[in-house]
């Protein structure tokens, strides 16, 4: 039986098609400064006084990352029935928020659905949402309130283009979307903010989609620009009841 082959440089197609090569995140200079710093970082978030530290869902994605494509970490043999070579592939952490090799997966294998499988061949039109520095502690540790804005936001700009499409004499249309929820902005403060991908214009009964009549960007009413009240006194109950309201 032939050795499994753990890594191989990529052969030109000319010479027999491509050899699998295997991901080295150990040689990675993310890799090496967390696997350098991590337990100093951990104990300099840790509260003297009261042993309080980071949240468990934010070191344990730390401790995974560095566990992620390394062989003694977990591993699996493949076998290629063209080749007749056997392959050993290291487990993957799976992560969600920090590990670029699971998030840029996750995000191809994400686009590919929504291309492929969700999204019409419509134009579509993206909307960005943030929220005030007073808000975004509160919506990164409650799932409801956070839900609770992207519908009062969404609901909005669905209105608006049904009044657009009602003053044009098109009544009961339907609008469809897709939202992203980032939690961190460039820098990785905390800064929940919502991607939404709106189909731009609606679905009329026996008609294709129907597009406003001008390409220009909507005049969203202004409240969309800030939460409605019930989001800003959700947030300030999430507050008033140990959430905190200082940013990161």
Known sequence: MAAPVVGARVASPGAGGFVYSRREPEKTALFQVVQQHLL??????????DGHTLPSFVTDELHDFLGCGILARGLAQLFCPTCHERYV?????????????????????????LVDHVLPEVPIRQFVLTVPFPLRFP???????????????????????????????????????????????????????FHVLQLDGLYALGATVVRPSSTRRPDLPKKTSRPSSSARASASSASSNGAGSSPW
């Open 89 to 113: 592939v290291a487990w993957s952490c799976k992560g969600r928020g920090f590990c670029p090799s699971c998030g840029g997966r996750r995000m191809n294998a994400g686009a590919l659905t």
């Open 139 to 193: 919506l990164a540790f409650d799932g409801k309130l956070l839900g609770q804005v992207l519908r009062i936001f969404t609901d909005t700009v669905a209105a608006n283009y049904r009044k657009r499409m009602t003053d044009r004499g098109i009544a009961d249309g339907q609008c469809g979307a897709v939202t992203v929820i980032q939690r961190a902005n460039s820098d990785l403060r905390l800064s929940p903010h």
């Open 40 to 49: 100093t970082f951990e104990q300099q978030w840790t509260d003297k006084s």
